[in-house]
């Protein structure tokens, strides 16, 4: 688990700065060295639900059950008549972030997890490999 408490919102660096403040970051852009203009904001978690936040910590995959209403049919989940779905856990990297449903390891992002549809909750083990 990531305890960083800020986040730039330019370049996406995560700092332990505790404030918001000024970008202390630079980079090259071509040969000249260019100080980042952005703000480190601090990081709200406040969104993320807790109850997924075991299974991010160790990379679990999950079963959710949606609750009435909030079954999608778009295929996914057809085997379970979209009351269910398979995902690993991930966060979303904005000063504000969320819990995101990654449909594989190497997914690269996801779509956001929406807490007041899930009813339930189920680890699926982790896998050794
Ligand atoms: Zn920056």
Redesign the pocket.
Known sequence: MDNYKTV?D??G?KTWYKTEQQ?H?SYFHGDVNVR?T?MLRVIDNSALDDRFTRFYDVGERVEVEWKDGFEDYTGYGYRTEGKKARFYVGKSTGWKPIYLQILRKNSSGGAALLSCAVKSIRGLGIYKN
């Open positions: 730039c330019k370049c660096r970008c970051c980042c952005g």
